[in-house]
């Protein structure tokens, strides 16, 4: 590929004294950088394009962020390019049809509009067939609203500007679908204010927000890594699932959860049919925990557990629905003996013993600390079981999977936490 541009020493010493060495960048990233403006004519001096680096718990990551204008002035310089996309903003009261086959949309704005239901976009060629799409505005709007996204709920341009913004993204996706403009990622996809910093942008706000947002998934499916990631674990609120389809017919969950630990917002995407029907069930406001694991800085679900306090108000819940209020004394004899046996066997002053059915042992480790998930059933119900500490993780290593074992546990906010191992309960018979 011929360059477009080539630079200067001078030019490329102050590139890099600019942008790659406040970013903390590497020699093999810089030449990387500068491989790629040089390709694409893209200059950084003139704010064309902006290095990003930051860390993650898998190491750290580089993107080079530039704007829709950035790759319209690349594809200007493309064999086959007639002119710039035809692209608007679709609301609620407009008459629309979308015609990917052909290549068009037929669209005429309603005379009461109500709110965005997404743009498109149609770019011609000059040997090819003309290429439309159709961007939904409600995932990219979930995914970089700094209201919704940022630690403190400060408004960005998805928030003041969000048919600009959705069309941007619209003309993108076109652009590259007609034009190879590689992995160049645009500052209007992950929710950068119009002013892009130019100076140590690896160490902006701008960055630390983008670094955290997750796209949408029509992307994620086409590049996904195909290795074995690394699993991770969260205790979040549900706030939303829905199920989407992608443009080649294809199925997948976005679910809008709200971390515990941190507060924050983010998407998770369910692949998984088992689990995205499971999800229909999952009623807004309840605390599961996630297995997630992390595929081009997406999240996606590998398994979810309800939590033990989940459990408890199904439970209260099915109570009262049969009787019309709670009641803490059954009526039934046979229900009184099964309460009973619901109550732990006995009590310690640092917890009660449970006869549990060990299912599985999962150990783990966040922030350098041990944990383990214990999968078990008491009374014929699954519950699931936290260690934390040194002490506790070596214990929960310790048991089998398959095997009974009288466990002394504490319940604090919710959850059943291990305190010790008495020993392996016989079993009947």
């Known amino acids: 590929m011929e360059k477009a541009i080539q630079f200067s020493n001078n030019e490329k010493s102050l590139i890099w004294n600019r942008f790659i060495k406040p970013a903390n960048g590497t020699q093999e990233e810089a030449e990387h950088f500068l491989e790629v403006c040089e390709n694409f004519g893209l200059n950084p001096l003139l704010g064309d394009i902006v290095f990003q680096r930051y860390e993650t718990k898998r190491g750290a990551k580089t993107q080079f962020i530039t704007t ?129 910093p130019t100076e140590g942008a690896g160490q902006t706000p701008q960055k630390q927000q983008a670094s955290e947002i997750l796209q949408p998934a029509k992307e994620v499916q086409q590049e996904a890594e195909q290795s074995e990631p690394e699993t991770l674990t969260n205790e979040v609120a549900i706030k939303s699932f829905d199920i989407k389809t992608t443009s080649s017919e294809k199925k997948y969950g976005l679910l809008m959860v709200q971390s515990k630990e941190s507060e924050k917002k983010f998407q998770v995407l369910v692949k998984d049919e088992q689990l995205m029907e499971s999800l229909k069930q999952v009623t807004e406001g309840e605390i599961l925990e996630l297995e997630l694991y992390e595929e081009n800085s997406f999240y996606f679900l590998k398994n979810y557990a309800k939590t033990i306090s989940n459990q408890e108000d199904e439970d209260e819940n099915a109570e009262v629905s049969q009787t019309g209020q709670p009641s803490d004394q059954p009526d039934d004899p046979a229900q009184e003996s099964e309460s009973e046996q619901q109550e732990p066997s006995a009590q310690t002053e640092s917890g009660n013993a449970y006869n549990v059915f060990i299912q599985n042992v999962t150990i783990g480790e966040k922030a350098s600390e041990k944990f383990a998930k214990i999968a078990g059933v008491i009374d014929g119900k699954n519950q699931l079981i936290l260690a934390r500490g040194n002490e506790a993780v070596q214990k929960a290593e310790r048991l089998e999977q398959g095997a009974d074992a009288s466990l002394i546990l504490k319940k604090e906010n919710g959850f059943l936490f291990l305190v010790d191992v008495v020993q392996p309960a016989e079993k009947a018979g």
């Open 68 to 196: 829709r204008d950035g790759l319209l002035r690349v594809a200007t310089r493309q064999p086959g390019y007639v002119g710039p996309p035809n692209a608007n903003v679709v609301k609620e009261g407009d008459h629309f049809e979308f015609l990917p086959s052909e290549g068009t949309v037929r669209h005429q704005f309603g005379t009461k509009r109500g709110k965005i239901l997404g743009a498109y976009a149609i770019m011609q060629h000059k040997t090819h067939h003309p290429v439309a799409v159709f961007v939904d505005f409600e995932e990219y709007f979930q995914a970089n609203s700094g209201r919704q996204n940022s630690r403190y709920g400060n408004p960005n341009v998805w928030d003041t500007l969000p048919s600009a913004m959705i069309v941007k993204i619209a003309e993108t996706f076109v652009l590259r679908r007609q034009f190879p403009l590689g992995g160049l990622h645009t500052q209007e996809e992950i929710g950068l204010d119009e002013d892009m």
